[in-house]
């Protein structure tokens, strides 16, 4: 009697146990998946300067280098199809609007320090926006076409340890 008992016991522990292993396996799987996402996300820019750029926690103003700058309005005129007023990172452009335009590497919503010009967010895309290439934005097409095309220095405020 107290020895069956005993051996119930004995089995409802054990599965107690396994229950609870094969919760912490599937945990442990799960937070490696995470991991594996955040890892690949991190890893995702493939030359040194993107990734210098990857987010990290004190904000750090660190040089990218210099880049070829040009500018764009919202209109036709620089947009053409994609002259919706909202940039390709979802966001409604409203008069007055700062942002910039990037190489798809660089991550939205970095900001980005640009002289002359000011501390804007990475907005939007364009075909020609590769590697060195940024277009700032301007509401006015003159706006744009008085920035003209410069060669400017640019920083961006990462988060570091
Ligand atoms: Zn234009």
Redesign the pocket.
Known sequence: MNNSKRNAIAFLMCLAVSVLVFYAIDKIEKLNSILEITDTKSNQPSDAEAESVTPSSVPIRRSLGIYIVTA????????GDYADGITASGHKIIEGDKFCATDPRITFHLKLDIEEYGIVQIEDRGGKIKGNKIDVF?W??EE??EWGVQEIEIFCWVQGE
């Open positions: 764009y309005c919202p209109n036709e005129c620089c947009c301007f006015t097409h744009a076409l």
